[in-house]
C-alpha cells in the first residue's frame, strides 16, 4: 500500500484508512471475531491507519478496535480517535469532558497514547469552548505524549479551514466533500497542505449515497441529489461495475493532486477490507467517470448546506 506524509506530523499513513465506526454496530451486528477479521486483514494489505470515536456505536467501535489491534505490536500502526461528540445530538468540549474522555479512549483501546486526536463535527459544538478548553487541552497532553498530533473533523470546510489555520492544528479531516458528486474539498485540502496541515478525506461513498443501496432514510441529502445518485449507480450497473467501486477508486486517484494525503473509508467486514485494497489498486475507467460527470453535473457540490434534505442525525 503507497504510503504518504500526513502534513507536518511525520506520520507516514497508507493512502487507504480504515475508518471504525461500523465495528460498533451502528448499521448491523458486528462480532468481535469480525472485528478482528477486518482489523487484521486491513494490516496485513498495509492499511495501518485507524479512524474511530467514542460516539461510533456509543463506545463500542474503540473497544471493538481495541479488541483487534490487542497484542499487536503499537508502533505498526496509527490510531486516530476523537473528543467531543457524545451521542447525536450531544457535544461537550469542555476541558473536564476533554479529560474524560481521552481517558476512556485509552482504556478501551487498549494502548498508552494516541497519534491523532480530534475535535469531533466542531460546527455543531460550541466553538467559544472549543478554542478556549479543548484545544488548549490536548496541546498540553500533546506536551506530555499522551497524545502525538491535534486536529479536528467536520463538514462545514469554510469553517475547517479558518479554526485549522488560525488554530494551527496538525490535522483535518472533513467528510462527504471529495466523492463523485461533491468536489468541494480540493481547493481547501491544497491551501491546507501548503500551510503544513494534513488532510484526510472521510467516507468516499457519502454515507451510503453512493453505493447500489442508496442513501438511508436519515441522509441529508436533498432528492435531487439522491436521485442523480440512483441515476450514476444505473449507469454502473449497466457498465458491469459497481458504483461503490467507481466512486472509491475517483477519491483515491484525485486526491494527491488535491493534496489529501488519505482516504478513509468505514467497513466491519474483511470481504468489504478486500475489495477496498483490489479497487484501489485498479485504474478508473475515464470514459465510464466522464458519462458519470455528465449525470452529476446538475447537482454537482451541492451539498446539504447549500440544498438541505429532509434528514440528518446531528439536529440540534
Known amino acids: 500500500m503507497k504510503k504518504v506524509v500526513l502534513g507536518r506530523t ?8 480504515m475508518g471504525a465506526a461500523s465495528l460498533g454496530s451502528i448499521y448491523h451486528p458486528v462480532s468481535q471475531q469480525q472485528a478482528n477479521d477486518t482489523v487484521a ?10 479512524d474511530v470515536a467514542p460516539y461510533y456505536g ?38 473536564e469532558a476533554t479529560l474524560r474522555s481521552i481517558d476512556e479512549s485509552l482504556a478501551r483501546l487498549g494502548t498508552d ?18 478554542v478556549e478548553e479543548a484545544l488548549p487541552t490536548l496541546r498540553e497532553l500533546q506536551q506530555s505524549g499522551v497524545v502525538r498530533h491535534v486536529g479536528i473533523t467536520g463538514y462545514n470546510l469554510a469553517l475547517l479551514e479558518k479554526l485549522a489555520v488560525e488554530q494551527k492544528v496538525d490535522t483535518v ?20 497542505n501548503q500551510a503544513g496541515i494534513g ?23 436533498h432528492e435531487d441529489v439522491q436521485n442523480a445518485c440512483r441515476a450514476v449507480s444505473a449507469l454502473c450497473d449497466r457498465e458491469g461495475v459497481n458504483i461503490s467501486q467507481v466512486a472509491l477508486q475517483f477519491a483515491l486517484t484525485t486526491a494527491a493532486e488535491q493534496g489529501i494525503a488519505t482516504t478513509v473509508i468505514g467497513t466491519a467486514s474483511k470481504e468489504n477490507m478486500l475489495d477496498n485494497v483490489r479497487w484501489c489498486e485498479q485504474p478508473l475507467d475515464a470514459t465510464l467517470l466522464q458519462k458519470i460527470d455528465e ?9 446539504w448546506d447549500v440544498l438541505p434534505g429532509n434528514g440528518g442525525k446531528a439536529q440540534k
Open 10 to 17: 511525520g506520520i507516514q499513513v497508507p493512502v487507504l484508512a
Open 41 to 50: 486483514t486491513a494490516l496485513e494489505y498495509g492499511v495501518n491507519y485507524f
Open 58 to 95: 456509543l463506545t463500542k467501535a474503540e473497544t471493538a478496535l481495541g479488541g483487534a489491534l490487542k497484542g499487536v505490536p503499537r508502533a505498526s500502526y496509527t490510531l486516530a480517535t476523537k473528543v467531543g461528540r457524545y451521542g447525536d445530538s450531544q457535544w461537550d468540549f469542555s476541558r
Open 113 to 130: 497514547y494516541i497519534d491523532v486526536i480530534q475535535c469531533h463535527d466542531i460546527e455543531y459544538g460550541d466553538l467559544h469552548e472549543l
Open 173 to 192: 479531516m472533513a467528510y462527504c466533500t471529495w466523492t463523485l458528486q461533491d468536489r468541494r474539498l480540493g481547493d481547501v485540502a491544497r491551501r491546507l
Open 199 to 221: 488532510v484526510l478525506n472521510a467516507s468516499p461513498l457519502s454515507m451510503g449515497l453512493l453505493t447500489r443501496g442508496g442513501a438511508p432514510t436519515w441522509h441529508p441529502a
Open 295 to 303: 449525470l452529476i453535473a446538475p447537482v454537482l457540490n451541492i451539498g
